[in-house]
């Protein structure tokens, strides 16, 4: 079956780092563009950035660009999202997520992490 | 960054009714890259239709999509109980992709 587990919740003060993860099973983990979009809550869903671990190449929304940093480690089929300094209003459940097709970035997402919610707080 | 404007926000009908959405871009989405998901609480967005108007594997026929250029639409043509939730459209034509904020297909 292919899937997509996410790393647990989070509760993080402001300022702290955080890493959350996406471990993909069931196919070629470097063949398929895996991207992060995030839904605050009661909010729409944003894109944020998708990464083809493959090469490792990476694109940004301008919105986060500087603000994460979208990474992927081939070996154990997983990607990752992390933050150097949190703020509250990074709040939110962040969602991976896989095109259908492999090798393909402009593709619409079929298969879904469980989502990852971070909540920052003081 | 093309700005995807939905419409209505709310949508409040019948099961067994006709449920009409709309999807207007800024500027045109190349190659039809249109998508439509389902989001029901406390899950993660389902794809419906990618390509515009292309069903997604196991998505009943009830659901269809159409559109080019600027503006899309999904249908879905007979309610059921399962169909209300939050629907959004995303273009992934053009970086960054970008979603638009939602109608959500309320009971009413």
């Known amino acids: 079956e292919v899937q997509l587990v996410q790393s647990g919740a989070e509760v993080k003060k402001p300022g702290e780092s955080l890493k959350i993860s996406c471990k993909g099973s069931?196919?070629?983990?470097?063949?398929?563009?895996i991207g992060w979009v995030r839904q605050m809550p009661g909010k729409g869903l944003e894109w944020m950035g998708i990464?083809?671990?493959?090469?490792?190449?990476?694109r940004y929304s301008p919105s986060f660009q500087g603000q994460v940093t979208i990474s992927a480690d081939k070996s154990i089929s997983t990607a990752y999202l992390q933050w150097s300094s949190l703020k509250a209003s990074d709040t939110a459940m962040y969602y991976c997520?896989?095109?259908?097709?492999?090798?393909?970035?402009?593709?619409?997402?079929?298969?879904w992490g469980q989502g990852t919610m971070v909540t920052v707080s003081s | 960054e093309i700005v995807l404007t939905q419409s209505p926000g709310t949508l409040s009908l019948s099961p067994g009714e006709r449920a009409t959405l709309s999807c207007r871009a800024s500027?045109?989405?190349?190659?039809?890259?249109l998508a439509w998901y389902q989001q029901k609480p406390g899950q993660a967005p389902r794809l419906l239709i990618y390509?515009?108007?292309s069903r997604a594997t196991g998505i009943p026929d009830r659901f269809s999509g159409s559109g080019s250029g600027t503006d899309f639409t999904l249908t879905i043509s007979r309610l059921e109980p399962e169909d209300f939730a939050v629907y959004y459209c995303?273009?992934?034509?053009?970086?960054?992709?970008?979603f638009g904020q939602g109608t959500k297909v309320e009971i009413k």
């Open positions: 997520a896989r095109p259908q097709l492999e090798r393909l970035r402009a593709d619409a997402f079929d298969i």
């Open positions: 069931g196919y070629s983990f470097t063949s398929y563009w």
């Open positions: 990464i083809y671990p493959g090469d490792s190449d990476t």
């Open positions: 500027q045109s989405v190349s190659s039809s890259y």
């Open positions: 390509g515009a108007s």
């Open positions: 995303q273009q992934y034509g053009s970086s960054p992709e970008t």
